[in-house]
């Protein structure tokens, strides 16, 4: 986990330097990288609070990065001066403010803000110079912003009625005139609309009539749609490069494992690829304002992300930074397997398994059903520094897409909708009976963990199948559905969260016979919980209650709070200190050489504050997605 985790990424103005965050130092903080001489430098050094770097100014030194002040996942937009200072663009206690784009002649830029109200983002465009804003658009329902014409006279925005149903919408910015530009019925989900150069097309990815998603074109003066791109599994997103010479798609493979990119040239038709990476994910990328270079971020099982960029006047393809801990030998992580297995009734349930070095027939091993969060997640390819220290500690780990799970079709994403506590639990019962037939895994040790959503499913498998499994690890997961749907954060649409598990006014009944809390009588196998104090997602109060149900019941568990995370771990002293914790708890029981006997790690001082169990005064927490 001393793996550096790098993210985001923006070319300077004469396109020599890219601008990334990264959690090198901890924390995430920016830094730049010089692309001729590979050398990189932290340009912010925040020590208690997350930063993500947004952008370089066009015409001087100043920067734009998104701070979350109080470490409950908001995104500050805050101007760095040369000299250190902060100007914070986006006040508020619960703000989510996003930068979009500069003007065209680089002058201003346009963002997002719900500073107004909550649950609406209104849309700006900000001078550069004075910070002075034009109000855009004043929104009266949840619309997102997704383009822009580049005669700055449209916009394109977003309105989801579920995470399966939505629409595009053109707004003129002259008349203040918004109209629907894909009205259909049922459900369809059109999103992540671009325009083309001259504003007279838009391109965007549907699943209309389809149960993958492609790239359509519709001819915003004829109203006729056409597709222009299919891929082996669903296609995420198409974006042009700025001078609109390249077009640019990332999909999925058909195993939905594994991401993959595709340029077109406009001028020649052709589309290309680049090589070297038929066994890494291009997880993003992004052209030059000049149209000479792109930089790209890949990663796989073995590699962790990096970024690089290619050069397409003489197509060299150069690495510009190495996230890997220099202490870690690549040979001995290991290359997750695409497998999959037929649940109770007969769905195939794609899997990720990794299967440690020197598990063997004569030498089983303890193996984990890992559960992802969402709903609406799931595992795909990419380093994992978690996964990887416990398979280096000799566990197997299947990583379970159990149905509606995203990227595998529009029916299997739609499979587990208001059916959590059954179903989709079911698949992850089916993923241990999978693990007992494999020769190498020990049936009698095999434990569950996840975290967020799939923290919930932890505590659903013991609570409403407490034999399956010897032990289960629950991270910054929900136990009580009936209150957290009174406490979603204001920004989330809840009409997604109703969709997919229930309408608290409609299924009340329902949600409290899936919540686990419920039935914390029924727990009886070993438990380890781990929590973000401040987790605006999983609220702290909701961990606090279940374990002292589960307590006052008689079970076993064990609790830690870290005090400086929100919803995941983003601190890596956090993450060490609380995968420690787990890897402990885990061989505890799940190891019949380890002594049954132990004790949960304590922080060190200085490292994560207090960790204690939830009937102790001073807590501490974490939290993961």
Same mark, same amino acid.
């Given at each position: 986990?001393?793996?550096?985790?790098?993210?985001?990424?923006?070319?300077?103005?004469?396109?020599?330097?890219?601008?990334?965050?990264?959690?090198?130092? #901890?924390?995430? +903080?920016? @830094?730049?990288?010089?692309?001729?001489?590979?050398?990189?430098?932290?340009? =912010?050094?925040?020590?208690?609070?997350?930063?993500?770097?947004?952008?370089?100014?066009?015409?001087?030194?100043?920067?734009l990065?998104?701070?979350?002040?109080?470490?409950?996942e908001?995104?500050?937009?805050?101007?760095?001066?040369?000299?250190?200072?902060?100007?914070?663009?986006?006040?508020?206690?619960?703000?989510?403010?996003?930068?979009?784009?500069?003007?065209?002649?680089?002058?201003?830029?346009?963002?997002?803000?719900?500073?107004?109200?909550?649950?609406?983002?209104? *849309?700006?465009?900000?001078?550069?110079?004075? *910070?002075?804003?034009?109000?855009? @658009?004043?929104?009266?329902?949840?619309?997102?912003?997704?383009g822009?014409?580049?005669?700055?006279?449209y916009?394109?925005?977003?309105?989801?009625?579920?995470?399966?149903?939505?629409?595009?919408?053109?707004?003129?910015?002259g008349?203040?005139?918004?109209k629907?530009?894909?009205a259909?019925?049922?459900?369809?989900?059109?999103?992540?609309?671009?325009?083309?150069?001259?504003?007279r097309?838009?391109?965007?990815?549907?699943?209309?009539?389809?149960?993958?998603? %492609?790239?359509q074109?519709?001819?915003?003066?004829?109203?006729?749609?056409?597709c222009?791109?299919?891929?082996?599994?669903?296609?995420?997103?198409?974006?042009?490069?700025?001078?609109?010479?390249?077009?640019?798609?990332?999909?999925?493979?058909s195993?939905?494992?594994?991401?993959?990119? +595709?340029?077109?040239?406009?001028?020649?038709?052709s589309v290309?690829?680049?090589?070297? *990476?038929?066994?890494?994910?291009?997880?993003?990328?992004?052209?030059?304002?000049?149209?000479?270079?792109?930089?790209?971020?890949?990663?796989?099982?073995?590699?962790?992300?990096?970024? @690089?960029?290619?050069?397409?006047?003489?197509?060299?393809?150069?690495?510009?930074?190495?996230?890997?801990?220099?202490?870690?030998?690549?040979?001995?992580?290991?290359?997750?397997?695409?497998? #999959?297995?037929?649940?109770?009734? #007969?769905?195939?349930?794609?899997?990720?398994?990794?299967?440690?070095?020197?598990?063997? +027939? =004569?030498?089983?091993?303890?193996?984990?059903?890992?559960?992802?969060?969402?709903?609406?997640?799931?595992?795909?390819?990419?380093?994992?520094?978690?996964?990887?220290?416990?398979?280096?500690?000799?566990?197997?780990?299947? #990583?379970?897409?159990?149905?509606?799970?995203?990227?595998?079709?529009?029916? *299997?994403?739609?499979?587990?909708?208001?059916?959590?506590?059954?179903?989709?639990?079911?698949?992850?019962?089916?993923?241990?009976?999978?693990?007992?037939?494999l020769?190498?895994?020990?049936?009698?040790?095999?434990?569950?963990?996840?975290?967020?959503?799939?923290?919930?499913m932890?505590?659903?498998?013991?609570?409403?199948?407490?034999?399956?499994?010897?032990?289960?690890?629950?991270?910054?997961?929900?136990?009580?559905?009936?209150?957290?749907?009174?406490?979603?954060?204001?920004?989330?649409?809840?009409?997604?969260?109703?969709?997919?598990?229930?309408?608290?006014?409609?299924?009340?009944?329902?949600?409290?016979?899936?919540?686990?809390?419920?039935?914390?009588?029924?727990?009886?196998?070993?438990?380890?919980?781990?929590?973000?104090?401040t987790?605006?997602?999983?609220?702290?109060?909701?961990?606090?209650?279940?374990?002292?149900a589960?307590?006052?019941?008689?079970?076993?568990?064990? %609790?830690?709070? %870290?005090?400086?995370?929100?919803?995941?771990?983003?601190k890596?002293?956090?993450?060490?200190?609380? @995968?420690?914790?787990?890897?402990?708890?885990?061989?505890?029981h799940?190891?019949?050489?380890?002594?049954?006997?132990?004790?949960?790690?304590?922080?060190?001082?200085?490292?994560?504050?207090?960790?204690?169990?939830?009937?102790?005064? +001073?807590?501490?927490?974490?939290?993961?997605?």
């Amino acid at each position: 986990m001393s793996t550096a985790k790098i993210s985001g990424m923006a070319f300077s103005t004469d396109e020599e330097k890219i601008l990334f965050t990264s959690d090198d130092s #901890g924390i995430l +903080n920016a @830094y730049e990288v010089v692309i001729g001489a590979q050398s990189q430098r932290q340009l =912010t050094h925040s020590l208690t609070e997350n930063v993500q770097s947004v952008s370089y100014f066009p015409n001087d030194e100043r920067l734009l990065i998104s701070e979350d002040r109080g470490d409950l996942e908001n995104s500050v937009l805050c101007v760095v001066e040369p000299n250190g200072k902060k100007i914070v663009l986006t006040p508020g206690e619960e703000v989510q403010a996003f930068f979009h784009r500069w003007s065209f002649d680089q002058r201003s830029f346009y963002v997002s803000t719900n500073e107004r109200d909550p649950r609406l983002f209104d *849309f700006y465009k900000i001078d550069a110079q004075t *910070f002075e804003r034009r109000l855009i @658009y004043r929104a009266t329902d949840r619309y997102y912003f997704c383009g822009l014409s580049r005669d700055e006279r449209y916009v394109l925005f977003l309105k989801s009625g579920s995470k399966t149903d939505a629409d595009i919408f053109l707004y003129d910015i002259g008349n203040a005139g918004m109209k629907c530009l894909t009205a259909h019925e049922g459900d369809v989900l059109n999103c992540a609309p671009i325009f083309d150069r001259d504003a007279r097309a838009i391109y965007y990815i549907t699943n209309k009539d389809s149960d993958l998603r %492609y790239v359509q074109r519709l001819d915003l003066t004829s109203g006729e749609t056409r597709c222009v791109e299919r891929a082996k599994g669903d296609v995420a997103w198409t974006v042009f490069s700025p001078d609109y010479r390249r077009r640019i798609t990332f999909s999925d493979d058909s195993s939905s494992t594994l991401k993959v990119m +595709n340029i077109h040239d406009m001028e020649t038709n052709s589309v290309s690829t680049l090589a070297g *990476f038929s066994q890494r994910s291009i997880t993003s990328a992004l052209i030059s304002r000049s149209g000479r270079r792109m930089a790209f971020y890949a990663d796989g099982d073995r590699f962790p992300a990096n970024l @690089y960029v290619y050069d397409f006047e003489t197509e060299l393809i150069t690495q510009l930074t190495e996230s890997m801990n220099a202490e870690i030998d690549r040979e001995e992580l290991v290359e997750s397997e695409v497998v #999959g297995f037929h649940s109770f009734d #007969g769905l195939e349930i794609p899997c990720l398994l990794w299967r440690p070095h020197g598990a063997s +027939n =004569t030498n089983k091993a303890p193996a984990l059903v890992w559960v992802h969060g969402g709903p609406g997640g799931r595992m795909v390819k990419g380093y994992k520094g978690r996964i990887q220290y416990l398979i280096n500690h000799g566990y197997v780990v299947l #990583g379970v897409n159990y149905r509606g799970s995203s990227g595998f079709g529009k029916e *299997f994403f739609d499979a587990d909708r208001r059916k959590h506590g059954r179903e989709p639990l079911w698949d992850c019962l089916a993923a241990k009976e999978y693990l007992v037939r494999l020769g190498y895994v020990d049936a009698s040790r095999i434990g569950i963990i996840g975290s967020s959503f799939g923290g919930y499913m932890v505590l659903a498998a013991l609570a409403f199948h407490s034999n399956e499994f010897a032990a289960g690890v629950n991270i910054c997961g929900i136990s009580n559905l009936v209150s957290l749907a009174h406490t979603l954060p204001k920004y989330w649409d809840t009409k997604r969260f109703y969709e997919k598990l229930g309408d608290p006014q409609e299924d009340g009944d329902l949600l409290r016979a899936i919540s686990p809390f419920f039935h914390a009588q029924k727990i009886k196998k070993p438990l380890l919980m781990l929590q973000g104090a401040t987790d605006p997602r999983c609220p702290r109060e909701q961990s606090d209650e279940m374990v002292a149900a589960i307590r006052e019941n008689g079970g076993t568990v064990e %609790y830690l709070v %870290y005090e400086d995370e929100a919803h995941g771990f983003r601190k890596r002293k956090n993450a060490i200190h609380a @995968y420690e914790a787990i890897l402990n708890f885990l061989d505890s029981h799940l190891k019949p050489e380890t002594p049954a006997e132990y004790s949960i790690l304590k922080p060190q001082s200085g490292a994560a504050g207090a960790a204690v169990s939830s009937s102790a005064t +001073n807590q501490t927490r974490l939290s993961l997605d």
